[in-house]
């Protein structure tokens, strides 16, 4: 399994972002997915995930902000970020795992990883 992340970039705080995370290698509909963020001097934490029956679980910090989604077909995985704060700012991965279950929230629960997009929040 290979995943590629992709739309990171610079954008003032309030604003939007939208990531994606192509997916190849195997049966993308067979994998939870989740994004995962690493901010500067932090470890990584979770974002959100999906299961591959669609169900999805946020944090806290990102519930009614950010939005995962998945497209079968294009075996693409997404996250539409709105509400962006400085504190956001982190370089965002995405992780598969096969199957799984509403409770993937941990890092170690995923064997496959992208090698991330740079999110940057202005103030």
């Known amino acids: 399994v290979q995943l590629q992340a992709s739309g990171g970039g610079l954008v003032q705080a309030g604003g939007s972002l939208r990531l994606s995370c192509a997916f190849s290698?195997?049966?993308?509909?067979?994998?939870?997915m989740g994004w995962f963020r690493q901010g500067p001097g932090k470890e990584r934490e979770f974002v959100s995930m999906?299961?591959?029956?669609?169900?999805?679980n946020y944090p806290a910090s990102v519930k009614d902000r950010f939005s995962i989604s998945r497209d079968n077909a294009k075996a693409t995985l997404y996250l539409q970020m709105s509400s962006l704060k400085p504190e956001d700012t982190a370089l965002y991965h995405c992780?598969?795992?096969?199957?799984?279950?509403?409770?993937?929230?941990?890092?170690?629960?995923?064997?496959?990883w992208g090698q991330g997009t740079l999110v940057t929040v202005s103030s």
């Open positions: 290698g195997d049966t993308f509909r067979w994998y939870t």
């Open positions: 992780a598969a795992k096969y199957g799984g279950s509403i409770g993937n929230t941990r890092r170690q629960n995923y064997a496959y």
């Open positions: 999906i299961t591959w029956d669609n169900r999805t």
